[in-house]
Each structure stands twice: as structure tokens, then as C-alpha cells.
């Protein structure tokens, strides 16, 4: 066949196919009786070999070595191509990450997208000290910055940048509530645990009342600081979760202090002292002790009864930290 006709039933156009001669790659063999060259079958067969490996992804140059090559390994192959693509991927994922937040700071003119370019790189610093310096300098505008800043933080490994960035983004205050709440739901739980510390360290009406919504999040770190935020605003169905931090010993100081203000502020001091000794059955050596701390600072007699059984228990442990906490218990506790 000559060009044209390879060309018309290919698809492959007539100027790729001279280039592809011009390179040694596909050349026609055959000649017509006026000269002309001419594709064999053989021809024909390389031709379409080349195209389906250029659908691979595999470069001009690639697919020459290959064919060139009778020891080529195609698995060697494939992974090198399985590489190469996730490797763009990665590349044009973040490529359209730093679009996404471009398009959030809603730019009017260029200069918006330059500033915002500009925040990104210095954000995105190879060097973990250069970050910490650019979040301590950030002087920008909170409204317009906080996607490409709350990114930053929640993807922050390097504790003192982590710090800064989240001291950045208590500055900037309610405007990085909603994009740090959507994050509490994050597959990743490194970043939901960061969203978790910037709206602590928040610490807005909104940012708590945010938290305070979270209680029944499958993240035990995030139920159980939603569970602390919750009894800071008086909500009795935070004891059981309370008192479950107490016996796992996560945040358990925090926890029987929320409980001690439930009891004292919220007339809840029997339900707790209950919830506490229910606690303590089947509880280990170490919960028990925790839970007896915990009875000590709350008041009313139910919480005081409890601890005085306690004094006799088989675990010297208990019993000592019972007695000692009987004798320093203040008497109206």
C-alpha cells in the first residue's frame, strides 16, 4: 500500500507516517514498479505495533528501543509505565489542588492570583524553618487566604510549623471554621486530628459549638473532645463519655474535671457518682484508680460512700489512693 492508502485506513496521517519514516522507526520496504515505496503487510503489522504502544503512554524514542531490543522485558515495561503515570498523576493532582484553591480565594485580578500563588509556595517551602518563618510573618487577608493556610495546617507534620500555623489560623478566627469542620470528616485521620487542634486552639462560640456537634463521631479523638466541649456547656449526656475516658485514661484529668463541674454546676452529682461506680466494676487496677480520683472531686454523699468502699478493695493501689483522697476530700465536697 502506499501512503495515502495507509494513511485513509489507519487513521494515522500522512505527515506522521513520513516522520515516522524520516526516524527509522516504521519505513516502507516494498517498491512500486515506478518507484514509489510501498508498505508491506510486515510493514503494516510494525506500524500498528507502534501506535498501540504509543497508547501506553511510551515515548517516539521508547518504542524504538523496544523494538529494537529482542531481550525486552514487557512486565519491566508496564511497571515502568505504571510509574510514569502515577508519578503525572501525582503532579496534575496537585496541580489541581493549587487550582481549587486559587478559584477559593474567588480572585478579582491577576494580582489576587499571584498573591495567592505566592502564599501557596511559601506554604509549600521544602524547608520546615522557612515555613515556620512565612506563617509567624503572614500578615495577609483571613477571608481570602484561609483555603490555601487551612491546607497548610491540616497537612503539617513538623510540630513547631504545625504550631505556627495554627496560631495563624486562631488570628483569622471564625473563617477557618467551616473548611476545619469539613475536615473532621477526612478518610485521613492525621488530618482530621489537625483540623481537631486548630478548632481548639480556635476557640470561637463557633468553633466550640462545631466541636460540640462532633460527640457522636466514629474518631474516639474527636467524640471525646467533642464530649469536654460538650460538658463545658452543661450537657448532661456527655457523662457516660465521659466517664469512659476516665476508665481508658485518654484525657482522663480533663474528663473528671468536666465531670466535677457537671456535678457542682448542674446539680449532677449523684447521676456522675452512679455513672462512676458502675464504672469501676470489672475495671482494671489503673482504671479504678482513675475512677476513685475522679469520685474524689465530686460532691455529695453517693460520690463519698463510693469512695469510702473503696478503702477496703482488693487492690492495695485503690485502697491507698482512696484513703489518701478520703483524708484531703474537703468536708462539704
Do not use: C
Amino acid at each position: 500500500m502506499l501512503i495515502g492508502e495507509v494513511s485513509t485506513q489507519s487513521g494515522i496521517s500522512a505527515r506522521m507516517l513520513r516522520h515516522y519514516d524520516s526516524i527509522g522507526l516504521v519505513s516502507p520496504t516494498g517498491r512500486t514498479r515506478g518507484g514509489y515505496r510501498q508498505y508491506s503487510e510486515e510493514d503494516v503489522r510494525r506500524l500498528f505495533h507502534v501506535e498501540g504502544l504509543r497508547s501506553l503512554g511510551l515515548s517516539l524514542q521508547d518504542i524504538a528501543d523496544v523494538l529494537g531490543d529482542l531481550s525486552f522485558s514487557p512486565a519491566a515495561m508496564v511497571e515502568q509505565l505504571v510509574a510514569r503515570t502515577r508519578d503525572r498523576l501525582t503532579r496534575e493532582e496537585e496541580l489541581l489542588r493549587r487550582l481549587d484553591q486559587v478559584r477559593a480565594s474567588e480572585p478579582a485580578a491577576w494580582s489576587d492570583v499571584l498573591r495567592t500563588i505566592g502564599l501557596m509556595r511559601g506554604l509549600d517551602s521544602d524547608d520546615p524553618s522557612a515555613r515556620q518563618r512565612f506563617a509567624l510573618s503572614f500578615t495577609g487577608e483571613g477571608d481570602r487566604d484561609v483555603v490555601p493556610l487551612v491546607d497548610a495546617a491540616l497537612k503539617e507534620a513538623e510540630p513547631n510549623v504545625a504550631g505556627a500555623l495554627d496560631w495563624v489560623l486562631a488570628r483569622i478566627g471564625d473563617s477557618a471554621v467551616p473548611v476545619l469542620a469539613e475536615a473532621l470528616d477526612a478518610p485521613d485521620a492525621a488530618r482530621r486530628h489537625r483540623a481537631l487542634t486548630a478548632l481548639v486552639k480556635i476557640g470561637t462560640p463557633r468553633a466550640s459549638a462545631v466541636l460540640a456537634d462532633a460527640y457522636r463521631h466514629p474518631d474516639p479523638a474527636v467524640s471525646g473532645r467533642a464530649a469536654l466541649v460538650r460538658a463545658e456547656r452543661g450537657e448532661a449526656d456527655t457523662i457516660p463519655a465521659l466517664v469512659a475516658l476516665v476508665v481508658e485514661g485518654r484525657d482522663d484529668v480533663d474528663a473528671a474535671d468536666a465531670l466535677a463541674r457537671l456535678a457542682s454546676r448542674h446539680d449532677r452529682a449523684d447521676e456522675i457518682a452512679r455513672a462512676l461506680a458502675a464504672a469501676l466494676t470489672g475495671a482494671t487496677g489503673a482504671a479504678r484508680r482513675r475512677l476513685a480520683s475522679a469520685l474524689a472531686v465530686v460532691p455529695g454523699p453517693k460520690a463519698q460512700a463510693t469512695l469510702t468502699g473503696l478503702v477496703d478493695d482488693p487492690d492495695r493501689g485503690v485502697a491507698l489512693t482512696a484513703s489518701f483522697l478520703l483524708r484531703v476530700r474537703p468536708p462539704d465536697t
